[in-house]
């Protein structure tokens, strides 16, 4: 199946001289969820606002569905549907009636049916006829999925759609998200939250400066960046760890139950069968075991300090 | 050209002017039986007639011309610069729908309303006085014409403006006083000759002596003049429209 969206060398430079985006080519396979991480002013929203239509490139192509984006763009934005970040809702205007005027101007008639099952899916059809002023903000959010998706899109961008949040309406939208994929729609979505692209996401895109840095399978990315960390709870407290363990990167807790211990979980020798023999030696017993992985927002870090470095 | 977008655009616009059917009637209304009180009956009543047309119904075109300009520029400009205020405007951006089917939509809806109030004062207006419209066809056109032109312009205003002062401006300081300037009140020809010839840099007068010549068959200027200065105008700006939604002037990053 070709990709979804094809992005070949693309760039984009601001009248100001600011270089947004700078030759960046990405594939989007069909049916996935991917997040593109970055800090504030990464070329993110740059990159979503340009194929959207938003934003006029000055560099490169961009194809949606095979359909070009400059050449083709009645095909190309048919297919596409936008949550923004900021949220924009006509006050006065009633959830059904703002979500039938964005389906009318994507050219597709009235569908009533579908209108209320998408309007059910999304918690939103006992607040129809309510205005949108009079919605909270997790509301708001989901009306704008609702009217991102009105005309049926295949592909979905969702530009930090949980910015602002809560815990709790955060966790509603990852719901959402992932129904959503669940019906076949490929979903882009940029994120400051490291967590909820963990979570949601089939692949990450790192962007910094307008540089594409790395595009992987989340889990490839987790286990190829991300260190873990064993920690080893001590039947009996230890008064000191034993001579060398400490050059071998073994730390003791300050009260001496627990012995923690940094590996890399792609190398051949993790070193963790050597420190449970070396236990068994010494005669310290061990009550339980456990192993955590690096964060996402690690990796992220140690990312763009790696891209930092390499760009000096 | 996506129709559908179009029809729904027109709606949605008609939609909002419905909804406060009252407000939008009663303030155009209003101002015109003020306007036929103290024009027509109090100071028109110590003016026998202009080139034989007894005064009260020479204003009639006028005040219609006055209410046409008004309506149609700030309904227009109000138009398109809420999206821009809400932030909804990125709506009309991404849609599969080009500038000209959201011209359409915003400017068609815009010159309806102007003309259905127009409509509402000639009605009123047969209170008044008797009014006899020669020919009525070519009134008609004139209003439909002259409303579309100042509905572009609204528009251009609308996505021109930054600001709800900016929004007010125009209107304010440069259609009312063209229109009050444009005969609305007063045949060109009863000032002095060279005031006559400055008043016809007036773009408005062309309009309301065409119109006015679909009533009465008398007119300031030409009539072909007439119909050319308004065609010229829709041009121009249809013209700056394009040229607005092709380079994203105050509408794109």
């Known amino acids: ?312 | 050209m996506n129709w559908q977008s179009v029809s729904m655009i027109y709606r949605h616009e008609m939609a909002r002017f419905f909804r406060t059917i009252w407000q939008s009637l009663a303030s155009p209304v209003l101002s015109t039986v003020l306007y036929f009180v103290v024009f027509g009956a109090a100071i028109g009543g110590r003016i026998e007639s202009v080139e034989g047309i007894p005064y009260a119904a020479f204003i009639v075109p006028g005040l219609m011309m006055l209410t046409v300009l008004q309506q149609s520029v700030s309904n227009a400009s109000f138009g398109i610069y809420f999206p821009k205020f809400s932030g909804t405007i990125y709506e009309y951006l991404v849609a599969p729908t080009g500038w000209a089917e959201v011209t359409l939509g915003f400017v068609g809806a815009a010159a309806s309303k102007a003309i259905l109030i127009a409509v509402i004062i000639l009605v009123t207006s047969f209170f008044f006085v008797g009014v006899h419209i020669v020919h009525p066809l070519w009134m008609l056109a004139f209003l439909a014409l002259t409303a579309t032109a100042f509905a572009l312009l609204g528009f251009v205003i609308g996505l021109w403006a930054k600001n709800f002062e900016q929004l007010q401006i125009v209107p304010m300081m440069v259609i009312t006083p063209l229109v009050f300037l444009g005969g609305a009140f007063y045949s060109a020809s009863m000032l002095p000759p060279f005031w006559e010839q400055v008043a016809k840099l007036n773009p408005v007068l062309y309009l309301v002596s065409g119109f006015r010549w679909s009533f009465f068959g008398l007119a300031d200027v030409p009539v072909g003049v007439s119909l050319m200065a308004v065609g010229l105008m829709i041009v121009v700006l249809l013209a700056a429209i394009r040229w607005i939604f092709l380079t994203g002037w105050r509408l794109r990053d």
């Open chain 1, 1 to 312: 199946m070709p990709p979804i969206i094809e992005i070949d060398h693309l760039s984009k430079q601001y009248a100001g001289g600011t270089r947004a985006l700078d030759d960046v080519s990405l594939s989007i396979e069909q049916g996935e969820i991917l997040a593109l991480l970055g800090p504030n002013g990464a070329g993110k929203t740059t990159l979503i606002s340009i194929i959207c239509g938003l934003v006029v490139p000055t560099g490169g192509t961009v194809r949606v569905g095979g359909h070009d984006i400059r050449t083709d763009w009645r095909a190309a934005r048919k297919l596409i549907g936008l949550v923004p970040q900021e949220i924009s809702l006509e006050p006065f205007e009633t959830v059904a009636n703002s979500v039938r005027f964005t389906r009318g101007l994507y050219g597709e008639g009235p569908d009533e049916a579908y209108l209320e099952q998408l309007l059910r899916s999304l918690a939103l059809w006992d607040k129809r006829d309510a205005p949108c002023r009079a919605l909270s903000g997790g509301m708001k959010r989901r009306v704008l999925i609702a009217k991102a998706l009105s005309h049926r899109p295949k592909v979905l961008f969702l530009d930090e759609p949980t910015a602002g949040v809560d815990v709790h309406l955060r966790r509603e939208m990852w719901t959402v998200v992932s129904d959503l994929r669940a019906s076949g729609v490929t979903i882009i979505l940029t994120t400051h939250y490291l967590e909820e692209a963990e979570e949601m996401a089939d692949r990450i895109g790192v962007i910094d400066k307008g540089h594409l840095m790395l595009v992987r399978p989340t889990a490839e990315l987790m286990g190829e960046f991300g260190r873990k960390q064993l920690t080893v709870e001590l039947d009996a407290p230890l008064d000191a760890l034993p001579q060398g363990w400490a050059d071998r990167g073994i730390t003791l807790s300050p009260d001496g139950r627990r012995l923690g211990y940094d590996y890399d979980a792609r190398a051949e020798r993790t070193g963790i069968g050597r420190l449970l023999a070396d236990l068994n030696a010494q005669g310290i017993g061990v009550r339980d075991v456990a192993t955590t992985q690096s964060s996402l927002e690690e990796v992220f870090m140690s990312l763009l300090e790696n891209g930092a470095e390499a760009r000096r």
